[in-house]
């Protein structure tokens, strides 16, 4: 099996600071995702991923970047941090884009908390 | 466009009792259907998927058959465990992207 790893765990950071997460996944896989999630409000995509150099961007991208220099990481970048953007963002990667079945495999998540 | 509603944001049962959790959608196509769950500090993990009518995947006592005339895909358990507690998403594929309900919490008690 694979995992997926998700760095930091907790990202702490003051408003208007750029502030980056890193997801990094040993399944070898091509589609990437960086979802977040509120409580409530189910779990929103703000970028994805097909390949490497590939950026998709999802519902919620603004005030987002994300980067995909090689297939097995993924980063994403908030470009000035709010305090209305605490939430816990979560990796994915799946070997599509989902529309055929394919099954996401999640990191734990990075919880961003901005004082 | 397409989504997916989870009517209960709640669930609070007592350990032994069945377990129903509602998931309702609406999509343009005939979309893979999932069922992911994520326990406390744990990554969502897929529990069910299926695409096709009224056919009835199951998977660690879970079961949930997807019917395209009422567009459902309820997840059912006939007797619920304290290690069920968690937060349970209905999720459909749609357009190279995954559609989430807003999620249920599952609550066990003894």
């Known amino acids: 099996g694979g995992i997926i790893t998700q760095t930091p765990k907790f990202l702490i950071g003051q408003e208007g600071q750029k502030l980056t997460l890193k997801c990094q996944q040993n399944?070898?896989?091509?589609?990437m995702y960086w979802y977040r999630q509120d409580s409530g409000k189910g779990l929103r995509l703000i970028y994805y991923s097909i390949t490497e150099n590939d950026l998709q961007k999802g519902d919620l991208s603004e005030g987002y970047d994300a980067s995909r220099e090689k297939k097995s990481s993924f980063s994403l970048t908030v470009t000035s941090a709010q305090k209305n953007e605490m939430a816990v963002f979560l990796c994915?990667?799946?070997?599509?884009?989902?529309?055929?079945?394919?099954?996401?495999?999640f990191g734990e998540g990075s919880r961003l908390i901005v004082v | 466009g397409d989504s997916v509603t989870q009517t209960e944001g709640l669930v609070t049962l007592t350990e032994g009792l069945p377990v129903m959790l509602n998931c309702t959608y609406q999509?343009?196509?005939?979309?893979?259907l999932f069922w992911y769950v994520q326990h406390l500090n744990e990554a969502p993990k897929l529990l069910l998927k299926s695409f096709t009518d009224n056919k009835r995947p199951e998977h660690q006592g879970f079961h949930a058959t997807l019917h395209k005339s009422s567009s459902s895909f309820h997840l059912q358990k006939s007797s619920a465990q304290l290690s069920d507690s968690a937060l349970y998403y209905c999720?459909?594929?749609?357009?190279?992207?995954?559609?989430w309900g807003s999620g249920t919490k599952l609550i066990i008690k003894p």
């Open positions: 999509s343009t196509y005939s979309p893979f």
């Open positions: 399944f070898n896989h091509d589609t």
């Open positions: 994915a990667s799946s070997t599509d884009r989902g529309n055929s079945g394919n099954t996401l495999y």
């Open positions: 999720a459909l594929s749609s357009n190279y992207q995954l559609i």
